[in-house]
C-alpha cells in the first residue's frame, strides 16, 4: 500500500491535548472503509454456509445489484470510497505520532486491526540512535 501523509499542524503541548492535522491519501483500494450492505433484500448466502465449514472457490466477493460485495467479518460489504484514516476514529494514533514526532509530514500506513478498527503507523525511518 502506497503510504498516506500525516499532516500536523498543532501539537499538544504544556497547556492543552488539543493538535490539528489532516491525512493525505494517495489512493487506492487498500484503506478504503467497507460498510455492511443496507440495500433492501440483498440477501447474499454466506460462503461459510457449507458442512466443512469453508468457503465456496471465489465467494469471498460476489456482485449483487452492480456492486460489488465483500465477505468481511461475518457480512457482505460494500466499499465506501472513503479512506479510513480520513473518515474513521484514529485520533489515538494521530495522537501519539504528533507527541513522538511533532509539526510536520510524516508518512503513514493505515492498517486494519480488524473489528472495524483503524490504526495509523509512523512510517518515519529513524537512525535507531547511530
Not at 106 to 118: A, F, L, Q, S
Request: proline share 5%.
Amino acid at each position: 500500500m502506497n503510504a498516506h501523509v500525516l499532516h500536523v499542524t498543532r501539537v499538544p503541548d504544556d497547556v492543552s491535548d488539543d493538535f490539528e492535522w489532516t491525512v493525505e491519501c494517495p489512493g487506492g483500494s487498500g484503506c478504503r472503509v467497507w460498510f455492511t450492505c443496507d440495500v433492501k433484500d440483498c440477501a447474499i448466502p454466506s460462503p461459510y454456509d457449507r458442512e466443512d465449514g469453508d468457503p465456496e472457490d471465489g465467494m469471498d466477493f460476489v456482485a449483487r445489484h452492480g456492486v460489488e460485495h465483500q465477505y468481511i467479518e461475518g457480512d457482505w460489504m460494500t466499499e465506501s470510497g472513503q479512506c479510513a484514516a480520513q473518515g474513521t476514529d484514529v485520533s489515538d494514533a494521530v495522537f501519539e505520532i504528533a507527541r513522538d514526532r511533532g509539526l510536520g509530514d510524516w508518512p503513514v500506513e493505515v492498517d486494519y486491526e480488524g473489528d472495524g478498527t483503524w490504526w495509523l503507523n509512523d512510517l518515519t525511518v529513524t537512525d535507531g540512535g547511530a
